[in-house]
């Protein structure tokens, strides 16, 4: 069927934290939550389930783990045994689990800032010390690892390296190249990678995504990849993400780390991710085709009208990394436009080393949405008077 993303519901009477965590005349474009609705036939599964009016403990859904090892096959030629996933009720609690299993108090976790805030946060939920590997960022606004710089901050304290791919908030999916260099450096200095690939669906046509642990078993046997359905098709309220891990002794490791606190996933999120999985990838690509008009639409206005104001390419997720540092703001860039422009952002410095002065921004929206949006944010700098270019 034929989806129309300009046609969005009303969300700010529906329990959402996007759209209730500002006031009312806010136009909210920060957290990962798209305002679409999410594909007709996971509606008409989760209507089905509902009907059946019994939500009792579930077991595993049937067929879910098939549906998932065929996937990444397809996509990915990644070829995964059914007892290599585990199932869980988000990414986050996945990539904490992971390294209070892989690591030990007082050892290193590298990451790569600027980088998503609870992937800053792993380190001290594990009782670990972090170790920043800031990425480069050239002329055009585009990031790069500084693969020197990568290798000198592990040391004998390090344990685990924590990838995020693609990357939130800078937009890289990362080349076969790149993630065989990550890959041989961590192998070489017996390094865990856990990695947090939930933006997997949301890559643009001119790149390809690649589980790092897809590249050789080698690298897979050291490695815990984490995925789900609810960035691509708008179901993070459902609570359902899984893990990837071939190693069997990582798998008891992993599921020891639980220690009875992380609960599984729940029923409407299984079922919710088989029909996504199973019956939606024209929906996704509807989807993706949009995001990617969006995307565009955005370079182009901040090119035309905002020409004081960079942005990083972005080559997956929709997520937009803007660069202020030449707007002459007396404040942080995010407070600014909630104040003047009233567009909620969020904040670049909350991403860590070399996030001061950026402003991360959500076009998972209506087009007409993120037009007001871009109109609201110009009106407030031409305000100021301050623009360098």
Request: charged share 25%; aromatic share 10%.
């Amino acid at each position: 069927m034929k989806y129309n993303f300009d046609q969005t519901p009303d969300r700010r009477n529906s329990d959402s934290i996007k759209w209730n965590f500002f006031e009312p005349d806010v136009i909210p474009m920060w957290v990962a939550d798209t305002d679409f609705v999410s594909p007709e036939p996971v509606i008409e599964a989760l209507k089905e389930r509902i009907e059946h009016r019994v939500f009792g403990y579930p077991t595993e859904r049937n067929g879910l783990k098939e549906v998932i090892v065929d996937r990444l096959n397809q996509l990915y030629k990644w070829r995964v045994e059914v007892e290599d996933i585990i199932f869980l009720p988000g990414v986050i609690p996945g990539f904490n689990l992971a390294c209070q299993a892989l690591g030990q108090a007082e050892r290193a976790i590298l990451v790569q800032p600027p980088v998503y805030p609870p992937i800053l946060a792993a380190q001290k939920n594990a009782g670990m010390v972090r170790q920043d590997a800031e990425l480069i960022c050239d002329s055009n606004g585009r990031y790069f690892i500084d693969f020197d710089l990568f290798e000198e901050k592990i040391d004998p304290s390090s344990q685990v390296f924590l990838l995020c791919n693609p990357h939130n908030p800078v937009g890289r999916v990362y080349r076969q190249d790149e993630l065989a260099k990550l890959a041989e450096i961590c192998l070489r200095k017996n390094l865990y990678i856990v990695s947090d690939e939930i933006h997997c669906d949301l890559i643009y046509s001119e790149s390809k995504h690649i589980p790092i642990a897809s590249l050789d078993p080698a690298v897979a046997r050291k490695t815990i990849t984490l995925m789900a359905p609810s960035k691509t098709f708008n179901l993070a309220g459902l609570k359902c993400s899984f893990a990837v891990i071939s190693d069997k002794e990582i798998r008891e490791r992993f599921n020891q780390s639980r220690r009875g606190l992380v609960s599984e996933v729940n029923l409407l999120g299984t079922t919710a991710a088989y029909a996504a999985y199973r019956y939606s990838q024209d929906w996704l690509d509807q989807l993706l085709s949009y995001l990617q008009s969006n995307r565009d639409f955005l370079y182009q206005y901040i090119q035309k009208e905002l020409p004081g104001m960079g942005i990083s390419p972005i080559e997956g997720t929709y997520l937009a990394w803007l660069d202020c540092r030449k707007l002459g703001l007396q404040e942080s860039p995010g407070e600014f436009f909630l104040r003047s422009a009233k567009v909620g952002l969020n904040d670049g410095a909350m991403f860590g080393k070399g996030g001061a002065g950026f402003v991360r921004l959500n076009f998972g929206c209506s087009r007409s949405v993120l037009e007001t949006a871009l109109n609201k944010m110009k009106l407030a700098i031409q305000s100021i008077h301050t623009v360098t270019y």
